[in-house]
């Protein structure tokens, strides 16, 4: 939640690589559970800053698949309950519009 | 071969015409208005692409058009779902390498 | 609570390139945001590094930053900031438009800028995709394009790393004085301590200020973009028209980000959110297939709006306070920011270290709204 | 600009019931719908939903679909398909994306009604072809006649899980396991025994380790979790399977109330984020409604009453109706809804551990809960279950119905009043009159497929059990099988004595066949003897 406020100072601890860390977890832009983890160690601390670094949740579903996992890891990571975690901002459009379409706008043609 | 002939409870599937398609230049069967990737599966066909990172296969995931994992290239538009595009009559469907035909990918190395 | 040199306040990308240049000095830095990192028009704009047609006063800053920052910066932060220098290309259709263009590389020229003007046919020779009416194109080749998103994450990050303090979720609501002299911030936790206060929150830094009886004029403009799925690769460069009806390029990833407006805009609602309008993205689709019609297939798959913080001349406030000791302002950047940053956070850390500027800085002094005000 | 007095935004049971209700008060109604045909999932549920007359009990899910669209149709609802709401602005301004084009609508009232998306669950290899959705499943095999494969392994064991994989075998494919990471099966137990008997096993406490295969799946590695859900070493199994379907929960859609600045929620109740909304489905935004699994997660029975509720309440929003027809209505409605959010499966109980009794202080069965079928000495102490020597008098009705679930078709179509729930609908059945007629109408009408027909008297040394069985081909009368018990082990060989189908019936035929008396209690599945020959 924007209302939450997060302490961000540099790890003191290295990156641990675990075992799973190679998985996928966005399908679309192909980002797995390490990259994930290794943003939340650099300093990515809500789905929007992960999403902007490493584009989880902006391929073509647009989050429809991924975005409570790379929630739970998010939250996993920083050690705070999922639901503190807020998900990324809705945008439209909500399907994929191709631009010829978005273009042949009715209500501008009658004007 | 994957169709269901007769079912318990729905019996026959109406189906469109039977209709001829190609995949990356083989001809290929399916019922026109059914799904792309419906007739694609009926033969077999599980990979519809390679993902552009890590070359991958995918294929049908979701099967309603919101993972976009089965996309393709038909008739030569890129990041096209089959799972909910209906097949018609000639259509030219590519398998998708990244997002570029088999070719074009090459071309790029 | 907490206690530290310098608190800025804005962890955009002035915000976060100020921190980063000060902590890389050892001056030991606080940054409040109220909402996230790169939350505000850091994460909103196009991405352009650009030179050409930009206000004659504020090219010195861009071109230092293009010539001596920019090409380095992915490799001093660490991050790949997809920074693709391969010029700006601005097309036209008609006499008047090649009017426009020809104007703006005479100015361009002037100031040392190497732009030149392109025939229809040199257009078509390094962008075979363009719409068979663009005529007249003017070319600058080293202006070029970053990725905003994860330029200002990469300042961020680089500065955590260095031992920033960032709090996010901390809105400031009002500076705080000792003495005559800034001696911190209020927020709705309690007060942070700092005998500099750097203000780099775009339209929020006026109620900031105004809490201190300190007023810049600033307006708000909103602006959208949107961004499509990946596309082979067509051209590399920042692309703009000469009726500048759209502006945007194709971005490492495939995809492409355009930016424009529908017109309708400043007749919007008044809200505190930017939020999306209806008819903005259809009118920059039209507006971008009357160049690319070739674009028609790509599909959109996110629209997003941003604030602009505009200033009555369009250029940035970057200066002391001169009658209040500490404070400094950097905002008012009128949408075109981005492409400045790094030169901007450096000379933000200049000011606060009271050295030597890399660059002058009068005509972005808070002293020149005085006898506005 | 195209105004309507009502907007709704997806043809599923929630949106069509909500655009009926609105309709038949006056309101002028259009609905939108992405997908080709409406319906929403309505049109993959081949199965008999549960509840009551007034939730469509023993219909299937399709056919009331078919109703539900005949019904807006019928009160003048427009609706439009193929039609993707890619937006909604301020002062209730939709952009809709219709074939070539974009069209701009405003609505006096919107309600969302679109619906849930599946969750997912990663492990190794499962972005391979071949892993799919369960909602994939049943799109491809129940709407466009393809099985997804040969062999199949289901993970996750509620009600979707189950439910998918018996509509996976009726499709024709094997399934060759159902896991579940939790200790208890999720869906409901009837749901379970169904493909318990048809052999299908049931792994609880176990998750997938990989997907294995390199173009698409050719096995999957399953092993055992422990409580804190970490592997138990040794305990991997590998499946010979070309699908994994997951049905792994689902999430509300709520992008829409998103996107018009709702204020949301997280409740984990609900499935996920979700708008918060008043009693009558209206979220923060004046004139923005809710009705279904975009609200949170139920099942089609609750999203229909959920769409009357906001159709009613815009109705009297907007002056269609007075305030005395409004509140009968909505209390109507609401009672419905608390019926079927009644029980043990109820949303705010679900997650609780400790299921152990029912409402009615009978002891669960565990091997239900974990493997999917009633044993026989579980079953003795449940009131649907007939003595002794009530069986030795004659034909009557075995109710194999252990757990409170809202549901009372039997009770219904029984002529002879045999079966007793009572008002509280999610009472176990009681078995009480001793004049069963045979007619099997309890055994086809039961959703859960969880009463038989058992005739010890049928001939010296063998008794008639009669089974609703909905498989193709349909075994004549006369010839043989086997025998399988609850667990799907074979007893030994059957003949089927009468087959009987009708058109009330809908698909459900009552199988009856001829065992060895002793069976007569355990044997709950005919297989045909062609099944298995390489069939």
């Known amino acids: 939640m924007k209302e939450c406020v997060i302490r961000r100072t540099a790890a003191k601890e290295p990156f641990m690589a675990k075992l799973e860390d190679s998985m996928i977890v966005c399908r679309c832009e192909e980002i797995t559970k390490g990259e994930i983890r290794q943003a939340v160690y650099d300093g990515m601390m809500t789905m929007n800053e992960v999403k902007r670094y490493l584009r989880t949740g902006m391929g073509l579903c647009q989050g429809q698949s991924c975005s409570r996992k790379v929630r739970d890891i998010i939250a996993e990571e920083m050690s705070v309950p999922r639901e503190t975690i807020e998900i990324s901002s809705a945008r439209n459009p909500i399907r994929p519009v191709p631009m010829s379409i978005y273009a042949n706008d009715k209500a501008c043609k009658r004007r | ?109 | 609570m907490s206690k530290a040199d310098v608190i800025i306040i804005g962890g955009g990308v002035i915000g976060c390139a100020a921190a980063y240049y000060l902590q890389k000095n050892g001056v030991q830095v606080l940054v409040l945001e109220k909402d996230e990192i790169g939350a505000g028009s850091s994460s909103r704009n196009g991405g352009g590094v650009r030179q050409s047609a930009r206000n004659i006063r504020e090219l010195p800053l861009a071109m230092y930053a293009v010539r001596n920052m920019w090409p380095v910066l992915g490799e001093e932060l660490g991050v790949d900031i997809e920074y693709c220098q391969q010029g700006n290309l601005r097309l036209g259709k008609t006499v008047e438009h090649e009017r426009i263009l020809q104007q703006l590389v005479a100015q361009g020229q002037a100031t040392g800028l190497d732009m030149v003007m392109l025939t229809a046919a040199q257009v078509r020779e390094i962008c075979p995709h363009i719409a068979e009416e663009v005529t007249t194109a003017s070319f600058c080749p080293t202006d070029g394009h970053a990725n905003p998103l994860i330029s200002t994450l990469a300042f961020y990050k680089k500065a955590r790393e260095m031992g920033t303090e960032f709090i996010t979720g901390e809105q400031v609501q009002a500076l705080t004085l000792r003495r005559g002299k800034i001696a911190g911030v209020l927020t709705a936790r309690g007060k942070y301590e700092a005998s500099t206060v750097i203000v780099a929150a775009a339209l929020n830094s006026r109620a900031i200020i105004n809490s201190i009886g300190v007023d810049i004029p600033l307006q708000s403009s909103l602006i959208e973009c949107l961004v499509t799925d990946a596309q082979p690769p067509m051209f590399p460069y920042m692309i703009g028209t000469a009726p500048a009806n759209f502006y945007g390029h194709q971005t490492s990833h495939g995809s492409f980000v355009f930016g424009g407006s529908s017109g309708l805009e400043p007749y919007g609602p008044n809200v505190e959110q930017p939020i999306s309008q209806p008819l903005t993205p259809p009118a920059i689709c039209r507006a971008v297939l009357g160049y690319f019609p070739i674009l028609g297939r790509a599909r959109v798959v996110r629209t997003w709006s941003g604030f602009l913080d505009k200033t009555p001349d369009l250029l940035p406030v970057i200066s002391k306070v001169t009658d209040i000791s500490g404070l400094i302002l950097a905002c008012g950047f009128s949408g075109h920011g981005f492409g400045i940053a790094p030169i901007v956070g450096k000379l933000l850390s200049e000011l606060v270290e009271e050295k030597t500027l890399t660059l002058p800085l009068d005509a972005f002094s808070f002293g020149r709204f005085k006898p506005f005000m | 600009m195209i105004r309507y007095e009502v907007i709704v935004i997806g043809a599923g049971p929630a949106g069509l019931s909500a655009a009926i209700e609105a309709a038949a008060h006056g309101l002028q109604v259009l609905v939108f719908d992405e997908n080709a045909k409406p319906g929403g999932q309505l049109f993959k549920q081949i199965h008999k939903f549960f509840g009551s007359k007034e939730h469509q009990a023993r219909e299937r899910g399709f056919r009331i679909g078919e109703k539900l669209l005949a019904e807006a149709l019928g009160l003048g609802v427009k609706v439009i398909l193929g039609a993707q709401v890619i937006g909604i602005f301020a002062h209730r301004q939709v952009t809709v994306m219709q074939g070539d084009h974009m069209e701009y609508y405003v609505g006096n009232s919107i309600i969302i009604a679109t619906g849930a998306t599946e969750n997912v669950i990663s492990f190794s290899g499962w972005t391979l072809p071949g892993v799919i959705g369960a909602g994939a499943a049943q799109t491809m095999m129940n709407i466009h006649g393809l099985r997804p494969g040969k062999k199949v392994l289901m993970v996750g064991s509620g009600n979707v899980g189950v439910v998918v994989g018996y509509q996976l075998i009726q499709a024709g494919c094997q399934i060759a396991a159902v896991i579940d990471g939790a200790p208890h099966i999720g869906g409901y137990g009837v749901h379970a025994a169904k493909i318990a008997r048809m052999g299908v096993p049931f792994y609880l406490s176990h998750t997938i380790l990989q997907a294995h295969g390199t173009k698409s799946v050719s096995g999957a590695t399953i092993v055992e979790v422990d409580s804190f859900w970490q592997p138990v070493p040794g305990s991997e199994k590998n499946l010979d399977v070309d699908v994994i379907c997951l049905a792994v929960g689902l999430s509300p859609l709520a992008e829409l109330p998103r996107l018009a600045g709702c204020r949301m929620q997280d409740n984990p109740l609900k499935g996920g984020l979700v708008p918060v909304c008043n009693q009558y489905n209206e979220t923060t935004v004046k004139d923005i409604y809710m009705a279904g699994d975009a609200a949170g997660i139920e099942e089609a029975s609750s999203a229909m009453i959920q769409g009357r509720i906001t159709g009613n309440a815009i109705a009297h929003q907007h002056g269609y109706i007075e305030n005395t027809e409004f509140d009968q209505c909505h209390t109507k409605y609401q009672g419905a809804l608390n019926q079927l959010r009644a029980g043990m499966f109820k949303r705010d109980s679900r997650k609780e551990t400790g299921l152990r009794y029912t409402q009615e202080g009978y002891t669960l069965s565990k091997t239900l809960l974990t493997k999917g079928f009633l044993s026989t000495s579980e079953l003795s102490v449940f009131p649907g279950i007939p003595t002794e020597v009530r069986r030795r008098q004659g034909v009557t009705p075995i109710i194999e119905c252990t757990q409170n679930i809202p549901c009372n078709p039997c009770q219904d179509v029984c002529p002879k009043g045999c079966i007793k729930i009572g008002d509280k609908i999610t009472n176990l059945p009681v078995m009480s009159a001793s004049s069963c007629l045979g007619c099997g109408l309890c055994v086809a009408s039961c959703p859960g497929q969880a009463i038989f027909l058992v005739d010890e008297t049928y001939e010296d040394q063998f008794a008639a059990v009669t089974i609703p069985y909905e498989l193709v081909p349909l075994p004549g009368e006369g010839s043989k099988g086997v025998a399988c018990d609850r667990a799907g082990i074979p007893l030994g060989e059957a003949e089927v004595i009468h087959i009987r189908t009708t058109a009330y019936n809908d698909g459900t035929a009552l199988l009856t066949m001829k065992v060895p008396i002793e069976w007569a209690m355990e044997a709950r599945f005919f297989k045909p003897d062609h099944i298995g020959e390489g069939g």
């Open chain 2, 1 to 109: 071969m994957y169709r269901i002939e007769n079912h318990p409870i729905l019996h026959q599937f109406d189906k469109g015409q039977r209709v001829s398609f190609l995949l990356d230049g083989k001809e290929m069967e399916g019922f026109a208005g059914e799904p792309i990737a419906i007739a694609l599966r009926n033969s077999g066909v599980l990979v519809h692409r390679y993902t552009a990172k890590r070359a991958e296969p995918r294929g049908i995931f979701c099967a309603i058009g919101r993972c976009n994992d089965c996309v393709m290239i038909v008739d030569g538009t890129p990041n096209v779902r089959t799972c909910v595009t209906p097949l018609q009559a000639g259509m030219n469907v590519e398998t998708q390498y990244g997002i570029q035909s088999r070719g074009a990918a090459e071309n790029n190395d």
